[in-house]
């Protein structure tokens, strides 16, 4: 069973102000990885992050390829990480779109002024630590 915990929320929703943004891992269909700093991500619900992707480059594709991604969370002060594996779903319009965009950070959301970004959210499907040591899982 999937349930994000308290302290996950208020880490990874605090990430970008902590100095320790989320790093999200997609590939494309063909295999190729990427790697990138979501300042945006967030805990949207009990069983899923989300982040804006204001960008809608390299990610964004991916995601639309190939929607199993990585979300990695270190912070180095805490000692405190996460990887949480997931499958990304893209929204363009609609109502949970709006959701992501109320709740994505200011200096995130400022650097899409026109709000011409998405909203990814990513279904959980297992929370791991960088040992490997599954921590929850569907």
């Not at 590939?27 to 949207?44: L, Q, R």
């Not at 991916?62 to 270190?74: A, H, T």
């Amino acid at each position: 069973m999937i349930a994000l915990t308290d302290q996950m929320r208020e880490m990874i929703d605090n990430a970008l102000a902590t100095g320790s943004p989320c790093i999200l891992a997609t590939a494309a269909a063909d295999g190729e990885p990427d790697i990138g700093y979501k300042g945006s991500m967030m805990v949207f619900d009990n069983e899923s992050l989300a982040y804006w992707e204001r960008t809608r480059r390299q990610h964004l594709k991916n995601v639309q390829e190939n929607s199993k991604v990585v979300v990695l969370f270190r912070n180095p002060k805490t000692r405190v990480n996460f990887r949480f594996h997931g499958v990304a779903t893209v929204h363009q319009d609609g109502a949970i779109r709006e959701q992501v965009m109320s709740r994505t950070v200011k200096d995130e959301i400022d650097k899409d002024p026109e709000r011409k970004g998405a909203a990814v959210v990513i279904r959980v499907s297992k929370v791991t630590n960088l040992a490997g040591q599954v921590l929850q899982s569907r």
